[in-house]
């Protein structure tokens, strides 16, 4: 059993070391330091994860909860922890804080041992576990005494971390890229086997279990199961027609509806539906569920298509209607009738027990035609193969007429590569190029706006490291009704506070417009937005889709021609 505190001190190891190289070492021998049944759970601790995101299980701990944990352990006021969040501007630094001042009569059992006190990762995987499980109405109460019993058996370096790892926020840069050349380096398989093995599991935890036990032949066992999301494919914005002819030759043109994608998981009766974050969004689609148990004709298959609000002639409404459906754990029903959907299927990946993800395009979507019966609730759109730009224009301009984004121009030979944004599934749409950017501060309004969060700090993403590189603020853009939304959602979020600023835990995704993407040196990412504008919460997406730097610095580029 290894104990936690070998974990904190790997974390805090690292984070005094920049090079990203020499953080993979660490983590690579730290992987291969633990036992098969720790293997996992470090996994996915060390980048800040309790559990993969597409399990059933969830922590839910918000910053409410961890810092009346906190202050119970610690014997000091809620008060007394909300000056540390501000003063530390860190949860983590405020754990180490406040446990070190712990107060004589909040005694433990090693405290009266005269020992220090100590605790397993697996015990402290466990308690997390169980905080998940809690529902009902004593769920608050156990999820507060597991989180108790947490700060309660570490000494306040641990608890540095148990903080951070609680509200899923280790703060140490270690990202899937890190992990995945760590899990590579520690049982000798090459970097690209451990990639195709995470892109058909969604889990890196399993794919690092597989490489310990049997190396590159149990990765290479790795398959695709039902009720296990895959990675989703994504597309590519193209500049014209004429360039997307020349990229792919002939092209499958499909309308890009404007809704919330889904990966459609059904397994003889039962049906099990995934957002893009890979989240298990089912009990919040019951239509959908009806919809796929009755007009899929199929035991098993997994399917994927655009979850599309439509009004009352079947006509799409505004994307944010549909966002209003998903995870929506009460109302379900009332939702359904106020906003009722269409799914329009265009991907299938497989089929009563066969894996159909490497065959053409053209094949797939002929065995998603087959076994699907169009109706209201559920489409197949047929898609036109051509090569002809006027042909190409006058289903673009269709689709928009029909309410539609634009079109996808897809390459008919290709595989399904899933996580892949390339050239084989290409985009065009309309409205002008947005950047959806993750939302990592913010700053309290002023006179009358004063309880309201008013600006938020925004960022791109930096996939190896897995951290956010700061880009500028949005302020405008948003309703009154918005912005007492946003607050709510985002107090549960709050990590760090100083003055009227804010340090937020990177978990919401903004749409945002913009005039202009400039050289910057006020921000971490070296480029700055001019006029920025709220256009959407992309409510459907996780930080790690956020845009890259690298993406940022093409459109930079391009602005420049
Ligand atoms: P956007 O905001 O343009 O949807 P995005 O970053 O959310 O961009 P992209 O991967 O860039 O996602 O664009 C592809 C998305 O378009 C898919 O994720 C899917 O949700 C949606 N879509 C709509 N119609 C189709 C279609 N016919 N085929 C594939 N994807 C489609």
Redesign the pocket.
Known sequence: MTDFKEFADVCKHIEHISSSLEITDVVSDMLKSVSAEELPVVTHFVMGDVFPAWSVEQLGVGTSLLYGALSRSSGLSLKDIEDLVRSTGDIGETAVAALGKKKKNQSTFSAFMGEEPSISIMDVFGRFLDISRSSGSGSQSNKMRNLQFLFNSSSSEEARYLARLAIEDLRIGVGEGIVRDAISRAFDVPAGEIERGFMVTNDLGLVAVAAKEGGIEEISKLRVELDRPIK??????TPSIETAIKDLGKLAV????????VQIHKNGDSVNIFS?KLENVTLSLPDIVEAVKLHVKADSAIL???AVAVDEYGAPRAFQDILKRFRRKYDVEAMVRKFPLTL?L??ILYLNGDVLMDQSFLKRKEQLVSCVENCDSIKV?KHVLTDVEDEVNKIYTDALDGG??GV?L?NPEAPYSPGK?GKN?L?M?SVME?L?LVVIGAEWGYGKRANLIGSYALACLDPEAGTFLPIGKVATGFSDEQLAELTETFSELIVGESGREIELKPDVVF?IKFEEIQKSTNYGSGYALRFPRLVSV?G??SPE?AETIDRIESIYLSQRG
Do not use: C, N, S
């Open positions: 989703m494919m994504l597309a590519q914005v499909e309308w890009k509806f404007d809704g919330a994608r893009r994927e298509g655009e329009y265009f991907e759109h539609h984004e996808m897809k944004r599934w985009k749409k947005t959806d749409e992309r459907d997406k889709e």
